[in-house]
C-alpha cells in the first residue's frame, strides 16, 4: 500500500519535538509518507482544504501509536480539513497519547458536541478554544481554556477574561470579551494572517521579524495603517502609549464638553444659586 510521511524529531534532551524538522536534530524521527502515484494531484496531506472531513484514521493513528509525546490534535476549519466529532471521539478512546484538542472552527455547538461525545469516557481530555472571539462563551459550553494568537499581544486580557467567565463575573466578563473582538478582528481581518498579529506583538516590544510570504506595496501600506490602528486600542487600554499624532477621538466623544466648558458650567451655576441664597 501506498503511505504518507510526516517527520516529528525528538531532540536528544526529550525536552520537545520538531514537525517536518530536517536541521539534524538528533533522536527519535517518526516518519509516515505518501510514496504512491498522484496522476497530476497535488500530493495528499493531512492539512488540505476540503468542505468534508477527509478519513485520516490511519493517519492519526499511524502518529500516535509510535509518539514518544502527549498529542494535541488541532482543527481549524478556515485554513485545513475539518477532524469530524466521529473522529475525535474514536482517536479519544482509542490513544492515551492524544490529550486534548484545540478547536479553532469558532463554532460553539461543535465543541459541545465534541464534549458530549468525549468527555464521558476521557474526563481527563483537555478542550481548547483557538477563537479568541468566542473564548467566553467557550469557556461556558464547558472548555477548559483557550490557544490564542490574541495571548501574545494582550495577556493580560485574555488571562482577565478567563478568571472572570470561570468565576461567573458575567457582565464583566462580557465587557472583556467585547473589547478583546474588536481587537482579534482588526488583527484577523485587515491584514493577510498572521501580519496583523505579527505587528500587533511588535507593539508590545516584541520584533518577530518579516514573515516568509512576500507582501506588495498596498499590503505593506495596509500593515502601516493597521499599526497605527492597534497601537490605538492597546494604548486605550494603557498598554503603549499612542502613536506620534494622537488618536481619533472615541466615538461621541466630540460632542461632549471640554474640562474648561464644564468648569465655567459649574460656576455659573453655583453664583445663581449664591444669588438665589440657596447656599
Request: glycine share 10%; hydrophobic share 35%; aromatic share 8%.
Amino acid at each position: 500500500g501506498h503511505t504518507r510521511t510526516y517527520r516529528v524529531d525528538m531532540p536528544a534532551d526529550g525536552k520537545g519535538a520538531k514537525g517536518g524538522a530536517a536541521d539534524g536534530a538528533s533522536g527519535l524521527t517518526l516518519e509516515i509518507y505518501y510514496d504512491g502515484p498522484t496522476n497530476g494531484k497535488p500530493e495528499p496531506s493531512l492539512f488540505s482544504k476540503s468542505k468534508k472531513a477527509p478519513d485520516r484514521s490511519k493517519d492519526f493513528k499511524e502518529i500516535a501509536d509510535n509518539s514518544p509525546i502527549d498529542i494535541t490534535l488541532y482543527n481549524i476549519p478556515m485554513f485545513a480539513s475539518p477532524i469530524d466529532v466521529p473522529t475525535i471521539q474514536r482517536l479519544s478512546e482509542e490513544f492515551e497519547r492524544i490529550v486534548a484538542i484545540k478547536d479553532s472552527s469558532g463554532d460553539i455547538p461543535h465543541m459541545i458536541r465534541m464534549i458530549q461525545a468525549v468527555r464521558p469516557n476521557r474526563p481527563d481530555f483537555a478542550f481548547l478554544t483557538g477563537w479568541d472571539a468566542a473564548l467566553m462563551p467557550m469557556l461556558l459550553a464547558g472548555c477548559d481554556g483557550g490557544t490564542n494568537a490574541s495571548s501574545g499581544v494582550v495577556p493580560e486580557l485574555t488571562r482577565r477574561l478567563y478568571d472572570l467567565t470561570v468565576s461567573y463575573q458575567i457582565d464583566e466578563a462580557r465587557r472583556v470579551q467585547y473589547d478583546l473582538i474588536r481587537l482579534f478582528d482588526t488583527m484577523i481581518y485587515s491584514a493577510e494572517f498572521p501580519e496583523g498579529f505579527r505587528a500587533a506583538v511588535g507593539l508590545r516590544g516584541f520584533q518577530m521579524g518579516h514573515g516568509r510570504q512576500p507582501l506588495s506595496d498596498k499590503q505593506k501600506t495596509d500593515i502601516g495603517t493597521l499599526s497605527r490602528e492597534l497601537q490605538c486600542m492597546l494604548s486605550a487600554h494603557g498598554f503603549t502609549d499612542q502613536p506620534v499624532g494622537g488618536c481619533p477621538l472615541p466615538a461621541g466623544a466630540e460632542n461632549q464638553p471640554d474640562a474648561a466648558d464644564v468648569t465655567a458650567i459649574v460656576r455659573q451655576v453655583v453664583a445663581e444659586l449664591s444669588r438665589r441664597g440657596l447656599m
